[in-house]
């Protein structure tokens, strides 16, 4: 979709690199369903929906490169807009609303409930990139 992009040498990061652009994808979408699933049954017009959540979507990108950067450095606290300890609480609401809608919260309870583990681990003055920390499976 965005063109052919060298990763280096190895064959093996090629592929790597499409799964991992893939699961981003697909958990994007899930938030996508997700959404939908919370207007449909409201009076809202869809299409009208899908401009504003595409142009949302879009204006949150910038966040990828900020996750970069923080992963890069280590510094997961220096220039947070919105730490963990205020997202977790948000993501309570997005919970809440979502079964008072009768929308299912299965797409959004791992990533709620690996916040949560964060943020009991004493790191809510971060932003959300060090959930990253805990996506890592010890290999052995």
Known sequence: MTGAVF????????DLHDVALLSAV???FAGVAHAFALVRNEDV???EFASLLSDWLTAMTVGVHTSAERLESGDYTTGVVSNLA?????DRTLLRTAEEQGVSTA???PYAEMMERRLAQGHGDEDG???VDLLAVPRG
Request: a positive charge; glycine letters at 24%.
């Open 86 to 90: 205020m997202q977790v609480r948000g």
């Open 26 to 28: 697909n958990r994007m």
């Open 45 to 47: 017009c869809l299409g």
């Open 7 to 14: 990763v280096g040498g190895d064959a093996g990061l090629a």
């Open 107 to 109: 797409l959004l309870l």
């Open 129 to 131: 990139t060090g959930v």
